[in-house]
């Protein structure tokens, strides 16, 4: 047993301590950096260590969550007596229970070592190799607003009183850089990114040069003229609308009323050439653990497969409402959350089409390579939405000048049925949550420009 | 209000950051707590409360700063920290200051919400769910959130400064959903301040009712408009446009990096005359006031726009050390795991004389955005986007019919330029703002304001 499932132990005991009729305690513990460069030179260097515990405790039917950073005796007892305290204001759930324990199997290669192995000094130079590549890439490539690696590595570990006991360790990192492009009077921005385990796992080239091509690309951009089109929806902002679709088929929010997906299992929601699934142990998938946030066992389920609605996302609490077992899909942010419904990875399936191949299939259209405002511009009750955009045009099936400045809009269930191909490189995009899909044709959508 | 931390712990502290070299160094010492709830489905559920306490090191050399931060606030803890963020270092040990304490006032809680019982607090959750369940039968779904934060800070750096800061803020929030037919709509209303439970002693109810009825008004929505068009913009949280349109551009750090398109406009005109606009982190009892920001600089009023003219950029620590001038006291961080950076506080643009009437009856075919559910923008490009909440066609002078899924799109130096009536029924609203991982309160206002011409972008076919 770590010290870490310790922590978590005696919180569990301590909540039915304090009355709790049954307890449940998320421990984690993270260490991680993050160097920030610009013009060359090292901007700011973190090193993070933060650690805490969440307590979920159930008096009845009723549940109270209460969660703290001080993992001392005392400090882990006052926090497991304020979890069953809050318990006390809840109001009676029938189906509020705690999980029971299930057998998952281990998940290894979550933690990379290269993390560990590689010092500072050299994950430094991986960012600055990213700006670099933008910088000399290009005479119109006129700066970098910034360029980030970042790294974590995480233990967790859960425990409760029904018996449900874990941990596993876990690590993440990335880079990106917004790379500044200046013609025709203007600016413009791009980004380039690259996820993986460890630092060994990314190319500070290959993301310093997309930065740079995306920004490149928008030099001259207009805004386009309004029309109903063919529009290709890149990887990241495929991955945007299939984090959306992915909110929409949570359980919790079909339950009560607040999915444009309620009322539609079994129904034909997309076409054929949407496929999708949650897949919570794709050994690339930066979500991936053994078990979900309430240590239920992570696992792969079909949600949009033959144009079929075929599975909601469940936790326990779901679940339970619907007398059927949870898919392995609660989620927290850390020990400050309660968990709740969500996407571990979602995974889109790839077609068999090149980009030039989706082009060419889209004739006369639109590429979105980026779309801004959809946090404000979707109604995630109704899926309608309308969201900046900006992106290429696409003439005689090959990409021609840049546009910016205008919307697409439209309804996330008429979207689904109106993707026509989908391309045959899918990848991992940290939009939407934790997505890996390729690029989308969708045969027909409305932009408003000029 | 300097109680986390010791001063001969921060002196030590500070000494130890400074082992290594760096020509300035700060301790940010937090302790913070907080209650939240919510209703959905006349249930009350998530009650939950958190109590964390860390402290933040930084050491500044060069053009690098060198940041590492713990858990906990025990003299080891911060010694910790302080031995983290000076291992990178390699030069010669520096002396800091010795601290001279610094008296602040924080902002006055006249009703402490922790003194306050949690069944209280149901209790007006239920009472937000009863109104909005009032306003009609159509009325499907309501969801209410409760969330009171304390957050006790203590800033010691190496230039001798010793100060701290106690803040509480306590917000309500309300989402109802209307069903008729097919038709489905939503309406949201929230209530926010730096102050305690006395915020919530005077019609906390009303946000609730509001929130139902923009989700009925809603349900005889038309699709949007598409196109340019004159656009009036709503009182208070349409202040959001010009706090994306135009405060992070002039926040200083995009600003030094070239990546704001307010870059060498300092003195020019960027609007018409008849615009004014401050940030004010004094504001009593605002969302975004404080009395310091997160460097311990007393927060400020900055008027950024003077009759049509850029007047200021908001300034943190060390961008303004690199214009030479002073901090605007717009330094501010998420919590002691975040770097500070400039940050807006409330940024509103000042009352004007129009009437809101008079705007509308002005224009022949346009639109009018009441509320936002949220905005982006682009600081290095100018371009921007809202989502519209709440939206009516504006046809022959007068407000006609609500208009579902608009969004507003535009580039800022145009868009500013383009306002052409502000409005005298000027008022605040709070909002939560997202810059570089980093979330923190901010509030916005304004009259109701026009946009000579803007793009709308609908669904209408």
């Not at chain 2, 209410?144 to 190496?158: F, L």
């Not at chain 2, 307010?262 to 018409?272: I, N, S, W």
């Not at chain 2, 986007?385 to 208009?403: A, D």
Request: hydrophobic fraction near 40%; charged fraction near 25%.
């Amino acid at each position: 047993v770590t010290e870490l499932s310790a922590v978590a132990r005696r919180a569990v005991e301590a909540a039915t301590g304090a009355g709790a009729g049954d307890a449940e305690a998320y421990a984690s513990r993270e260490g991680g950096r993050q160097v920030r460069v610009h013009g060359g030179e090292v901007e700011s260097l973190t090193a993070a260590t933060q650690s805490g515990v969440g307590v979920r405790a159930w008096s009845g039917n009723r549940v109270g969550y209460a969660y703290g950073t001080d993992l001392s005796e005392a400090g882990v007892a006052a926090n497991a007596a304020r979890a069953a305290e809050a318990a006390a204001v809840a109001d009676e759930d029938t189906y509020a229970a705690p999980p029971q324990p299930a057998e998952f199997e281990a998940l290894p290669g979550l933690s990379d070592p290269s993390i560990a192995e590689w010092e500072t000094g050299r994950v430094a130079e991986l960012a600055l190799t990213v700006e670099r590549t933008a910088l000399e890439s290009d005479p119109r490539l006129v700066g970098v607003e910034v360029a980030v690696y970042a790294d974590s590595d995480e233990q967790v570990a859960i425990a409760s009183s029904t018996g449900v006991a874990g941990e596993y360790e876990a690590s993440s990192c990335y880079a990106y850089l917004q790379a500044l492009a200046e013609g025709e009077g203007a600016r413009e921005t791009g980004l380039g990114f690259g996820l993986a385990r460890g630092p060994r796992g990314l190319d500070p080239e290959a993301i310093g040069a997309e930065g740079a091509e995306r920004a490149l690309s928008m030099i001259g951009a207009q805004k386009p003229q309004s029309r109903s089109c063919p529009v290709v929806l890149d990887e990241t902002v495929a991955a945007s609308f299939a984090g959306l679709i992915g909110g929409g088929l949570s359980a919790k929010a079909v339950q009560r009323g607040r999915s444009p997906f309620a009322d539609r299992l079994e129904a034909e929601v997309a076409s054929d050439a949407f496929v999708l699934h949650d897949d919570g142990r794709d050994p690339q998938g930066p979500a991936s653990a053994p078990f979900d946030a309430e240590g239920v066992p992570r696992r792969r389920t079909a949600l949009i497969e033959g144009g079929r609605l075929g599975s909601f996302l469940y936790d326990t609490y779901s679940a339970n409402r619907e007398g059927r077992s949870s898919t392995g899909s609660a989620a927290r942010q850390g020990y400050r959350s309660l968990p709740s419904v969500s996407a571990s990875n979602l995974m889109v399936a790839p077609g068999s089409l090149s980009l030039e191949q989706l082009l060419a299939q889209a004739g006369d259209g639109v590429l979105v390579t980026d779309v801004a405002g959809l946090h404000s511009g979707v109604n995630p009750v109704t899926g309608v939405f309308s969201v900046g955009a900006s992106g290429r045009i696409i003439r005689d099936g090959a990409l021609a000048e840049p546009v910016r400045e205008f919307t697409i809009a439209g309804e996330l269930v008429a979207m689904l049925s109106a993707v026509s191909a989908a391309g045959a490189e899918a990848r991992w995009v940290p939009f939407g949550g934790s997505v890996c899909t390729p690029p989308l044709l969708v045969a027909e959508m409305a932009i408003s420009g000029s | 209000v300097s109680g986390l931390v010791d001063p001969a712990v921060a002196e030590r502290v500070l000494a130890r950051a400074l082992a290594n070299g760096g020509r300035f160094a700060e301790v940010f010492a937090e302790r913070r707590r907080g209650q939240s709830m919510t209703i959905d489905e006349q249930r009350i559920e998530s009650v939950q409360s958190g109590a964390e306490e860390g402290a933040g090191v930084r050491v500044v050399e060069g053009g690098t700063t060198y940041f590492a931060h713990v858990d906990g606030l025990e003299p080891a803890d911060l010694e910790r920290a302080a031995d983290e963020a000076a291992a990178a270092l390699r030069s010669e040990r520096r002396e800091p200051r010795p601290l001279q304490a610094r008296e602040t006032t924080p902002l006055p809680i006249e009703r402490r919400p922790e003194d306050v019982p949690a069944e209280r607090k149901a209790e007006l959750l239920r009472e937000l769910d009863e109104r909005a369940r009032g306003k009609g039968r159509e009325i499907a779904q309501f969801t209410g959130s409760y969330a009171e934060a304390r957050r006790e800070v203590t800033v010691a750096n190496s230039d001798g400064l010793f100060t701290g800061d106690d803040r509480t803020r306590t917000r309500i929030g309300a989402q109802a959903v209307a069903r008729r037919e097919g038709t489905v709509e939503t309406g949201a209303e929230t209530l926010g301040a730096h102050r305690g439970f006395e915020l919530l002693e005077d019609d906390p109810g009303g946000i609730a009712a509001q929130a139902a009825g923009k989700a009925l008004t809603l349900l005889d929505a038309v699709p949007a408009p598409s196109g340019s068009m004159p656009v009036v913009v709503g009182g208070g949280f349409g202040g959001v446009l010009f706090h994306e349109m135009t405060g992070h551009g002039l926040e200083a750090d995009h600003i030094q990096k070239g990546a704001s398109v307010y870059t060498g406009k300092l003195g020019e005109p960027v609007a018409e005359p008849l615009l004014n606009a401050f940030d004010d982190g004094r504001l009593p009892g605002e969302w975004g006031s404080d009395a310091i920001d997160d460097e311990g600089q007393p927060t400020q009023k900055t008027q950024v726009i003077e009759d049509g003219r850029l007047t200021s950029y908001l300034y943190d620590h060390l961008t303004a050390e690199r214009d030479d001038v002073a901090s605007t006291g717009n330094g501010r961080r998420e919590s002691f795991r975040h770097l500070p950076i400039p940050r807006m506080t409330n940024t509103y643009i000042a009352p004007g004389e129009a009437t809101p009437e008079e705007m509308i009856a002005e224009v022949e075919r346009g639109f009018y955005a009441v509320s936002f559910g949220g905005g982006q923008v682009d600081p290095a490009t100018g371009d921007f986007v809202f989502g519209v909440s709440e939206g009516y066609l504006i046809e022959g002078g007068k407000v006609t019919r609500p208009c579902r899924g608009a969004t507003l799109i535009g580039n800022c130096l145009e868009a500013l330029a383009a306002i052409d009536a502000v409005g005298d029924d000027f008022f605040m609203k709070t909002g939560i703002c997202g810059k570089g991982g980093q979330k923190v309160p901010v509030g916005t206002g304004q009259g109701h304001v026009r946009v000579r011409a803007m793009t709308v972008g609908g669904t209408e076919r």
